[in-house]
């Protein structure tokens, strides 16, 4: 199975700082990454996909970068409605694996 | 707009069996793969398991800790997904997401393969 590191594991940020979070795959798994954003009792919402293309209504302080093995998820200025956990998750191959995730506080 | 709603949780003994439904409305459910995701109290996301459309001939797959232990299923006439779980084991316990897969055609999918779409999940809480 490939795995996938996330870190870090908490953040607390400022609005207006620049946020980023970065998952580490176990082994080659091109560009088929995506994010996820979820908040508490709620279902995940896409992100992110293709590792780097924002997901239609996503905002543009959203972005993502990396192949292969590393991989980051970037918010350019933090707002308070960013608040909650982010997931990577690999779609390369069976069985689709997610990071462990990254909860996020908004100070 | 697209709905998926997740139905059939609930409380069942270590060794039971449950069977979980997933209705959708607001696309053509025929064609995307399916796939359920769990999240263990307090915990991460765990993939569970995919059914493949028709033209992949409904094939599935599933997680190493699953396997052998839940069946997927889908109804395309009824825009249904199923998830059919026997022995239950504590560590089971979870929400249960049902999600929108990707638009695969001869090996090439949409949306990079990801989750466009999910439900609200039901709790399967597995205790004696």
């Known amino acids: 199975d490939i795995q996938l590191t996330q870190s870090p594991s908490f953040l607390s940020a400022s609005i207006g700082d620049r946020v980023t979070i970065t998952c580490r795959a176990s082994?080659?798994?091109?560009?088929?990454l995506a994010w996820y954003q979820q908040k508490p009792g709620k279902a995940p919402k896409l992100l992110i996909y293709?590792?780097?293309t924002l997901q239609s209504g996503v905002p543009s302080r959203f972005s993502g970068s990396g192949s292969g093995t590393e991989f980051s998820l970037t918010i350019s200025r933090l707002q308070p409605e960013d608040f909650g956990a982010y997931y990577c998750?690999?779609?390369?191959?069976?069985?689709?694996?997610f990071g462990g995730g990254t909860k996020v506080e908004v100070k | 707009e697209v709905q998926l709603v997740e139905s059939g949780g609930g409380l069942v003994q270590p060794g039971g069996s449950l069977r979980l439904s997933c209705a959708t409305s607001?696309?053509?459910?025929?064609?995307?793969?399916m796939d359920w995701v769990r999240q263990a109290p307090g915990k991460g996301l765990e993939w569970v398991g995919r059914?493949?459309?028709?033209?992949?001939?409904?094939?599935?797959e599933y997680a190493t800790s699953v396997k052998g232990r839940f069946t997927i299923s889908r109804d395309d006439s009824r825009n249904s997904l199923y998830l059919q779980m026997n022995s239950l084991k504590t560590e089971d316990t979870a929400v249960y997401y049902c999600?929108?897969?990707?638009?695969?055609?001869?090996?090439?999918?949409?949306?990079?393969?990801?989750?466009?779409?999910w439900g609200r999940g039901a709790l399967v809480t597995v205790s004696s």
């Open positions: 293709s590792a780097s």
């Open positions: 082994q080659g798994i091109s560009s088929f």
């Open positions: 059914a493949r459309n028709r033209a992949n001939s409904y094939t599935t």
């Open positions: 607001g696309f053509t459910f025929s064609d995307p793969y």
């Open positions: 999600a929108r897969g990707p638009y695969c055609t001869n090996g090439v999918c949409s949306q990079g393969r990801s989750f466009e779409f």
């Open positions: 998750q690999q779609v390369n191959s069976y069985p689709i694996t």
